[in-house]
C-alpha cells in the first residue's frame, strides 16, 4: 500500500473511531432522556409549560448557529472542483526531507552531504516517473492563482455540525472497507451520498518555486555562502501551505484546475 492510502485509511479509521455504535446509543438515549423530561405533569403544567417554551427557544437559536454554520461550510466553491479525492505526490515529500537533511547537514559543517541532499531534492521533483503537473492543485483561498501546488499529506475529520445516525455509521463502516480495499473514490462518493459531513485537510508544496530556490541554494553551497543556502532551503520548508475544504470543495488536480 503506497503512502497516500495508508494516509487515508487511517484518516478514515479515525472517523469510525469517533462515530462508533456505543456513541451513537448514547446519543439516541440522550435524545429519548430529554423528551422524556419534557413531558407534561399535570400537577406541573403551567411550570412545564414554561420550561419547555425556555427549552425550545435554546433548541432553535442552537439550531440557527448550527444552520449558519452549515451554510458557511457548504458555500460553493470559487475554483475548479473535483468529485474524487486528491491523489498526493510521495516526490514533494521526499523533496521536504532531503531540504530538511541538507539543513541538518549545514548546521553540521558537512558540506558534501548538504550538496548531496541538495541533488536528491531536485531530482525527487524532476527525475521521477509521475507527471507532476496532473497532480497540481491551485491555492483554494485564492482565486488569481494557477494551479502549481503539489499535495503531499491529507487528513480528514468530521465537520463540527455532523451528527451521528444509523445511517452515517453504516456509511462510515462501508467507506472504511472500500478504503482498505484501495477503492478512495468509492468511498468518498459513498460519504458524500450520505451526506457525511466531512472536512479535508491537504498540504501543499509550490513545484516550481521551489525548484527554483533548490538552484538557488545549490549555487549558494558552491560559492560556499552556507548561511544563504540555509535560508534558501528554510524558505522552501515555510511555503508549504495547509488548506482545508468540504467533501464536496475538493480542488481538481491538473488540467481540470
Not at 462508533?20 to 448514547?26: E, K, Q, R
Not at 482498505?180 to 459531513?197: F, M, N
Request: aromatic share 4%; hydrophobic share 40%.
Amino acid at each position: 500500500m503506497n503512502t497516500s492510502k495508508k494516509i487515508v485509511v487511517a484518516a478514515v479509521a479515525g472517523l469510525m473511531a469517533t462515530t462508533s455504535l456505543g456513541s451513537i446509543t448514547a446519543y439516541a438515549a440522550g435524545s429519548d432522556a430529554t423528551t422524556a423530561e419534557k413531558a407534561p405533569d399535570a400537577k406541573n403544567a403551567t411550570g412545564d409549560a414554561v420550561e419547555s417554551a425556555t427549552d425550545e427557544t435554546a433548541i432553535d437559536a442552537e439550531k440557527a448557529k448550527v444552520e449558519a454554520t452549515k451554510s458557511t461550510s457548504d458555500a460553493k466553491a470559487t475554483y475548479a472542483t473535483q468529485k474524487t479525492l486528491l491523489k498526493t505526490a510521495d516526490e514533494a515529500l521526499a523533496t521536504l526531507t532531503h531540504v530538511h537533511a541538507a539543513r541538518m547537514a549545514l548546521f553540521d559543517n558537512d558540506m558534501d552531504v548538504a550538496k548531496a541532499e541538495v541533488t536528491k531534492a531536485t531530482k525527487a521533483l524532476t527525475e521521477g516517473e509521475t507527471d507532476l503537473t496532473a497532480l497540481h492543485v491551485a491555492d483554494t483561498e485564492k482565486t488569481d492563482t494557477k494551479a502549481e501546488y503539489l499535495p503531499f499529506d491529507m487528513s480528514m475529520m468530521l465537520s463540527s455540525t455532523f451528527q451521528p445516525t444509523k445511517e452515517s455509521k453504516a456509511a462510515l463502516e462501508k467507506a472504511n472497507a472500500q478504503m482498505q480495499g484501495g477503492d478512495q473514490d468509492s468511498a468518498i462518493e459513498t460519504l458524500r451520498i450520505a451526506s457525511v459531513d466531512l472536512n479535508i485537510s491537504a498540504a501543499l508544496l509550490p513545484d516550481a518555486s521551489s525548484m527554483e530556490t533548490l538552484k538557488q541554494a545549490s549555487k549558494l553551497i558552491d560559492d560556499r555562502d552556507y548561511f544563504e543556502a540555509n535560508l534558501a532551503l528554510k524558505s522552501i520548508e515555510d511555503s508549504v501551505i495547509v488548506r482545508t475544504f468540504g467533501i464536496d470543495a475538493i480542488p481538481a488536480q491538473g488540467n481540470a484546475g
